[in-house]
């Protein structure tokens, strides 16, 4: 993406990347000191990812556990600081293991310089992970991916 992409059309960008599993696109999209934060992550699970090489590892086999289908109900706000967005959203589609269905509520807040995602706070919900049938529950270091 071009340095003059907006944060949400960055945003919009690398949703469609995750529809179509091109993990390593959608880590191009990150500043190499880029960050990742799981505020609500449980006891075991990582918190914070820093660096884009972080960020790889942790998504590298994400479309394995999570068959993503969509991102409904997608809003995305702008804030006084024009590099920074508030992302609500659901990503829904089916877990790769069991093919039960997948249906995760997130909010995120995102900051984008140089067309590029320096920071990406991901507010998911920790109880999905405590369902006998979630996501990652076999990954014990991952939670979900945006």
Request: hydrophobic share 40%; proline share 8%.
């Amino acid at each position: 993406m071009p340095t003059t992409t907006s944060p949400s059309d960055l945003y919009r960008h690398s949703l469609r990347l995750l529809l179509e599993k091109d993990i390593d696109s959608w880590v191009g999209l990150w500043a190499e000191h880029g960050v990742m934060e799981f505020p609500f992550a449980p006891a075991g699970w990582p918190r914070r990812l820093e660096g884009r090489e972080a960020v790889a590892a942790y998504m590298s086999d994400y479309p394995d556990h999570i068959d993503l289908h969509d991102f409904p109900d997608l809003r995305i706000h702008e804030t006084a600081e024009p590099s920074t967005i508030v992302v609500e959203m659901r990503g829904v589609g089916r877990l790769v293991a069991t093919g039960n269905p997948f249906d995760m509520t997130y909010i995120a807040v995102v900051t984008v310089q140089d067309g590029r995602f320096t920071s990406y706070r991901d507010y998911w919900n920790p109880l999905a992970v405590q369902e006998p049938a979630a996501a990652f529950t076999t990954h014990p270091t991952r939670s979900s991916a945006r």
